[in-house]
């Protein structure tokens, strides 16, 4: 392990005990308002409490911060200036992630009930549905108030609400992209997006662009960094989805915490299954077992031999390797005027996103 | 008619007009840039853009120059400021449209099929429930962008931003209220959010309070003018929706729009049927009728009747004309530090909000 990706999992284990500090005194009161309106309505912001609580990787919240170390000119990281920041993104994914598993009937999620699930056996199954949309925008108006505590100037705040506003137009286009990328109804004639398009605008948006642009509008980054920093996070971003889509199929379930070809399963259109679509002798195999339930240990496990043998695997880790090569060359231009801990965090988070094995 | 009431109609009648123009200009690139990612994105994009084009009443837009007009010591209204205000003020309205009616499974909206029943004809029965739910998602993030484009000091636009998120954060909230409270599921023990609980976090919060005081903070408005539109906002917003609760069962369907005694068939709470609930003889009637769908129109009209000979009606009639009365008080306090057009534009809005037969 480089120093770097040292500093990094430093970082993330930082990001994680402040965020398990400050996320309970930020939503206590939320709570409290909700239960004085109505006892249903405090049921479904514990809900919500409960799933933000139950915590994630946080690393979107850690690149908050490393957004903000590679936009500043000081070394010192303004941590009163981020929280708030890294609150809201907590409770975007809080909101994108309710709306999800409502949609994919997905109950577990963080190693607990997904917030419909929860609202299923509190609130009955009339009302579930309803309850779990409401949620998620329950969920998307507290990150706005969470962004807007910020004490910072205000011109600075402006642009970090630009890049919070884009980044949930940009990631709901990729979910609906994915979507019907997925299930492949089309509405109209024309092909879906590109599996690389859905990436960019669902991912690499949500999950390195975003948090790096609001953390480096934050810090009152200059234009030119942000570019960098725009195409840093893009190239980023894509590693990650794609190393994503790898470890779906031949990562350790025990190191992923995601049970092995629930992917193939499921149907989702990855990266490993556009690269073997392209064999025409493997096709008419990808036909028969993709986004069936029913398939056989057999059958899915003839589809992941094919993935290896026909290189599909190879050519998607490669790009893997090419994508954080790029993400290498955007910091080495940068690396002239970066500070100490904002070069050791941003080349961190390319070994910590794209070369990971969990 | 006073004068104040025709200021407002042609207020109404001009922020219509501004907003015709302006939301084509301001969708087009949007829906251009959806379909570039995908046919079904675009789809999507196309039916939020029919929706919003379609037009309610531009209330809302209307009481965010209201609110300007109010919070600002010029007598000048500057429109490039209010009109991106107004803009995401409308796209939040389709946002809360476009989730509402997929959840009460109304197919029809202003006129034309609601987003749901467009995309469920566009992309198929099996994606438009996912589709309706980002549909709405994706027009919460227009809004924002819309908000965040405003050329304005810093400062003020942030005021307005923490404005908009409060409003979020309670029109969720109210919605999730009456929602339980209609269908009256109790997960927990105590008693559902009384009706002007609903009101003031549904309908005040968003109808009124939220766009008066948006406008006031790009007004850039003192925090007891702020405070004074809050109340103001508060009495006019419960009194506009008790009034649509008095139309509902006694307005003339054709003024209104809506089929009348629909809110007893389907169940909900409203100021009269809590009034009329008091009687004792009255809440055996009630409880056959209210939200059974299969209710005769005798059965219904004996409701409607019992209304008005137990004085449920006059009771609720009284009220709007108390909370129209606060709304003047509180516009006399405000009146020696007012403009001209902003007492009439307040003035007016009591009369268009409260009084109205439509």
Redesign the interface.
Known sequence: MTNSATDFASLLIGVRRRLDERLPAWLGPRVAA?NA????????AEALADLTLRGGKRMRAALVAVGYAAGSTDETIDWTVCEPAMIAFELLQTYLLV?DD??DHDDVRRGGPAVHAILRE???P??F???A??A???A???A??A??ETKL???R??AA??A???V??EV??????E???D?A?????????SVE?VHT?KTASYTTTGPLLLGAALAGATPARTKELESFGLWLGIAFQLRDDVLGVFGDPKATGKPVWNDIREGKRTALVEELAKEPAAALLLAGVLGNANATHDELAAVVRAMEETGARARVEARVRGLCAEAARVLQVMAPTLSPTGHAWLSGAISALGERSA
């Open positions: 909700a309106v109505s006892p249903e309505v405090g049921t479904v709306h409502w949609m509190k609130l009955g009339t009302l549905d309803a309850g949309v409401l998620g925008d329950l998307s108006g507290y706005q108030e962004l807007f100037p205000a011109d705040l402006l609400a630009r919070y506003a884009r949930q137009v709901v286009q990729g979910q609906l992209a979507m019907q990328a299930r109804t089309l509405g109209k004639s024309g092909p879906p997006a398009t605008l």
